[in-house]
């Protein structure tokens, strides 16, 4: 019986925070696109080889929506990613398309760049607070969570001093396991962000929110629950993924003292360096979760209407097909083709975003400290299994 046979049931095994599971190299070798068990329990085609992913990701007939929502194969029990909660095709993919063009204005590349210097400003003034507490510190805590939840809360206009309130709804909403908690969770999120935009409402501000609503004008089918529902994604995924791959990427440095010698002596090789870390790091389950809308013939297989489909951006992003050595962290990597922010029309809206931050703090901090070094065992180190977007729990830091 072969590996890809034998049904495997997510999550799979790793051996560390900066590895992903070794079963994703063996399926994709075997079969690179194949059916798995999710930790919901149900059957679900995985995405693993490079190439299947790009075309999965560019394929149309993959939605969020499924048209029997009560028997949509599920991932999890995470509020946010349970699946087949809008049951119409059309509907999902108008809300899509709503949600690109409201927000690519917001986040469009060259306006990241006239940013530059206000995430700067966050990440130096992030740095001096944590310096000024002293070590030991929680670098997670104290510097890697401040830096992305500072800046996402600049541009939607989210008073960031409410920001362990709304951390730990979200924290709370991705429960993988737990439904009801998930689902209470979620709940408040929505609820905290429906009084904010009320306020917004009546005194508006030059920010995402206040742009949103004035949207509201002209647009007859964007309500408040799809307000708030846009909203709170754009909140929380404009800061999880970025705190998690500050945290692994600098864990990732301080553990290749090669590649962070070179930085040191070289600080515009931080562009690199984050492209890298993006590559490798893996803080979160690794699967885009989509539904197809239609049969889909790919890679010798059918994905029939209404299956889910798993795509793992960071099993692709170490296929030896595409990646030199993809198990070497090389911030000198040319030609670094990663899927993490997608590909295509679905690639992702905070990409430039997200590459600003990290490109500023990777560019800094090793030069305002740099003595810096963990302050437990690497073995020490743990993911949050719990959820979804992962990240780790802890970072102990001295210096």
């Not at 900066?18 to 995985?46: F, H, K, N, S």
């Not at 908690?181 to 501000?205: H, S, V």
């Amino acid at each position: 019986m072969t590996v890809a046979e034998t049904l495997p049931s997510m999550p799979f095994d790793r051996s560390d925070v900066l590895e992903i599971a070794p079963m994703y190299r063996l399926l994709r070798e075997e079969r690179p696109l194949t059916r798995v068990r999710t930790p919901a329990g149900d059957v679900a085609w995985l995405a693993s080889g490079y190439d299947v992913v790009k075309e999965l990701l560019l394929d149309v007939r993959l939605g969020r929506a499924h048209r029997d929502p009560e028997r949509a194969p599920r991932f999890s029990n995470s509020a946010l990613i349970l699946g087949g909660s809008i049951g119409d095709y059309e509907t999902d993919r108008a809300a899509n398309d709503r949600m690109r063009r409201l927000l690519t204005p917001a986040f469009m590349v060259k306006r990241m760049n006239t940013l530059r210097p206000a995430i700067q400003g966050i990440v130096d003034a992030a740095l001096e607070r944590m310096i000024a507490k002293g070590p030991p510190v929680d670098f997670h805590a104290e510097f890697a969570f401040m830096v992305p939840v500072m800046a996402i809360c600049q541009l939607l206009g989210v008073p960031v001093e409410d920001r362990d309130q709304f951390s730990a709804w979200t924290q709370q909403s991705m429960n993988m396991w737990d439904g009801e908690a998930a689902a209470a969770g979620l709940a408040r999120l929505g609820e905290y962000m429906f009084a904010l935009i009320e306020r917004k409402r009546a005194q508006p501000a030059e920010d995402v929110i206040s742009d949103l609503i004035a949207a509201q004008q002209s647009d007859e089918t964007f309500d408040n629950e799809a307000m708030i529902q846009l909203c709170v994604g754009v909140l929380i995924a404009g800061h999880e993924t970025t705190v998690a791959r500050i945290d692994l990427g600098t864990v990732m440095l301080l553990t290749h003292p090669d590649q962070l010698d070179a930085l040191r002596a070289d600080p515009s090789l931080a562009q690199g360096a984050v492209e890298e870390i993006l590559r490798m790091a893996a803080p979160t389950l690794g699967v885009v979760h989509r539904y197809a809308t239609a049969d889909i013939e790919i890679a010798g297989e059918t994905i029939a209407e209404g299956d889910l489909v798993l795509i793992s951006p960071d099993a692709a992003n170490r296929d030896d097909t595409v990646f030199a050595e993809p198990g070497g962290f090389d911030i000198r990597r040319a030609h670094n083709q990663h899927v993490t922010f997608g590909h295509g029309p679905h690639f992702c809206i905070g990409a430039g975003l997200a590459r600003v931050e990290l490109q500023s703090v990777f560019s800094t901090l090793f030069r305002r400290l740099p003595t810096l070094r963990m302050a437990v065992p690497f073995e020490d180190l743990r993911l949050k299994e719990d959820t979804p977007l992962g990240g780790l729990w802890r970072l102990p830091m001295t210096w």
